[in-house]
């Protein structure tokens, strides 16, 4: 097994990463937390694959629990679904020394580690991630919220997992579309921390569930982010480079929800990576030549690139209201080129000029 441990302020917490762990996460929260219920919040799809095998092993453990289920997709991130699985707590009535399990993706976790943040004024959670998105990256450091009808996530607060467990051998089950989601934001983070990632990913061929490179790539992913997550917790300065793509990635995320067309994260972020790498090179801020190398990356997974069928002043109208700016100054990331990346600030009347 290998194991990292996370740390922001004062917090630490391991993450656990192996294949086939998910038979062993039960003994463990046993040790961990003896005497305590768990609240195991996931969605139909997942609870259809794994909700069985992992209730009965609870069971086994002789732990007792609650299941909690809520549809799939972005939709469960409301302030409805929020509010009925806090109400589902207080009429269990689960207590300070009981503990949240996020078993599921990202819309799964974010929403378990807000409800945990909240109940209470604090419950621990355990992150158990099933997808690629997930286990190299939403379930870790601390980000935990739901979405407005104004714009996504941007009701949250910071709140650290107790654990993370990494279970590669989930992927399998993972529909290819998801799994090419998680792909985009594996490529994020080689853009922006290590190129040495990223020249792998361009000699590589199509990289799938099986790949043998992959648990060393979610392991780095892993380590990036914990390095980042150490020196600013709260996403006021270093953090927010893990937001590559993501300016334009949610104004899309959001025209499209809008609009009611479908969309998910990573094919936003990867469209939102190569419009702002694209916007950058005609700027001189990054090598010439960048985004088309970053193209060639997004092509092996089946990562959309262009965004150009889309309404430009909509999708600015999202990047206008996003939570990174402050005092309309659009904080912006940036690479110089694959593994350098860098925070550029502009004022907000300059975004159109610019993007």
């Known amino acids: 097994m290998n194991t990292l441990t996370m740390r922001a302020g004062t917090c630490e917490y391991p993450v656990y990463i192996e294949k086939g762990l998910l038979k062993n996460v039960p003994d463990t929260l046993k040790k961990m937390f003896p005497k305590s219920r768990f609240a195991i919040i996931t969605d139909d799809n997942v609870n259809v694959l794994y909700g069985q095998s992992v209730t009965a092993s609870f069971e086994a453990a002789g732990l007792r629990y609650d299941l909690l289920t809520v549809k799939p ?40 580690g807000f409800v945990a943040a909240v109940f209470l004024r604090g419950l621990r959670c355990v992150q158990i991630p099933t997808t690629l998105l997930a286990q190299i990256d939403s ?10 009808p104004e714009g996504k996530n941007l009701a949250g607060a910071f709140h650290q997992p107790s654990a993370v467990f ?26 922006i921390r290590d190129a040495d990632m990223f020249a792998q990913l361009e000699e ?31 996403d006021t300065g270093e953090r927010m480079l893990l937001n590559f793509g993501h300016t334009i990635g949610h104004a899309i995320e959001r025209l499209c929800a809008e609009k009611k067309q479908p969309m998910t994260h990573g094919r936003a972020v990867a469209m939102g990576m190569i419009a702002i790498t694209a916007a950058s090179e005609r700027m001189g801020l990054t090598k ?15 990562l959309p690139y262009d965004i150009s069928a889309f309404n430009k002043d909509e ?33 907000g009347s300059d975004a159109k000029n610019f993007i």
Not at 83 to 111: E, F, I, M, T
């Open 73 to 112: 997709g972005e939709g469960a991130k409301s302030a409805d679904v929020f509010a009925r699985l806090l109400s589902a707590l207080a009429q269990r009535s689960y207590n300070r020394a009981d503990v949240v399990v996020a078993l599921g993706g990202g819309v799964v976790g974010d929403l378990s």
């Open 139 to 148: 379930a870790v450091g601390g980000k935990t919220a739901i979405n407005l």
């Open 166 to 191: 990494v279970d590669t051998s989930l992927l399998q089950t993972l529909p290819e579309p998801d799994f090419a989601d998680g792909m985009s934001e594996l490529i994020k983070y080689a853009l």
């Open 204 to 234: 590589s061929s199509a990289v799938d569930a099986d790949s043998d490179i992959l648990s060393s790539w979610i392991t780095k992913c892993l380590s990036i982010k914990r390095d980042v997550v150490a020196a600013d917790e709260k």
């Open 288 to 302: 010439t030549g960048t985004a088309q190398r970053i193209v060639a990356v997004l092509k092996k997974s089946g």
């Open 315 to 347: 999708i600015l109208k999202g990047i206008l209201v996003d939570k990174k700016n402050v005092a309309d100054t659009l904080n912006l990331v940036l690479i110089s080129e694959p593994g350098q990346s860098f925070l550029h600030r502009i004022p």
